[in-house]
């Protein structure tokens, strides 16, 4: 096993700001499924729409799909994709509810669990992913970016990649 290391950069309107709504890396919980005890899980998820989302409602949205993840038996694919689920869910419903524009919102997702060496990663919507080890640099990005975004359809279509 080696040690996650991250550094966000957030920079809006030209302003360097010193965390980044969005990203969650998390470590299991205290309660957690059989299996998930070594994993640790990185969502980054950008909310859209045509009023900026709170904070808060992106927080929310991933601590859910934090718990979901860690609460999901199998395979660290079917986990990635209960949590995303539950992402999509949440904004499905609220974009159905809401009649006015102003109030749907959809999201793009990359999601990845750590364990060991071996990263597995999933992702919706326009989202990009590099992989840089001493092989070289991978690129990866969903084979239909445009059609794959949150919110908009019941079952969300996901690009998986894993490396290790």
């Not at 299991?28 to 900026?52: A, C, D, H, M």
């Not at 669990?113 to 989202?127: C, E, N, P």
């Not at 084979?143 to 990649?161: A, K, V, Y």
């Amino acid at each position: 096993m080696f040690d996650l290391n991250y550094t966000p950069i957030s920079i809006i309107k030209s302003t360097l700001h010193p965390n980044l709504p969005g990203l969650l890396v998390t470590n299991p919980p205290k309660r957690y499924v059989r299996g998930r005890e070594e994993e640790q899980l990185i969502l980054f998820l950008t909310l859209s729409g045509q009023n900026t989302p709170k904070a808060e409602t992106t927080r929310v949205l991933l601590e859910k799909a934090s718990a979901v993840y860690y609460q999901t038996p199998g395979s660290a694919t079917a986990a990635l994709r209960a949590a995303i689920q539950v992402i999509n869910t949440s904004l499905v419903e609220r974009n159905s509810r809401g009649s006015s524009a102003a109030m749907k919102l959809y999201g793009q997702i990359t999601a990845a669990s750590l364990r060991g060496f071996r990263l597995v990663a999933a992702q919706a919507g326009m989202t990009h992913a590099l992989m840089i080890t001493d092989h070289g640099c991978e690129h990866y990005s969903p084979l239909n970016p445009e059609g794959t975004q949150l919110g908009i359809q019941e079952s969300p279509e996901l690009s998986f990649f894993q490396s290790e």
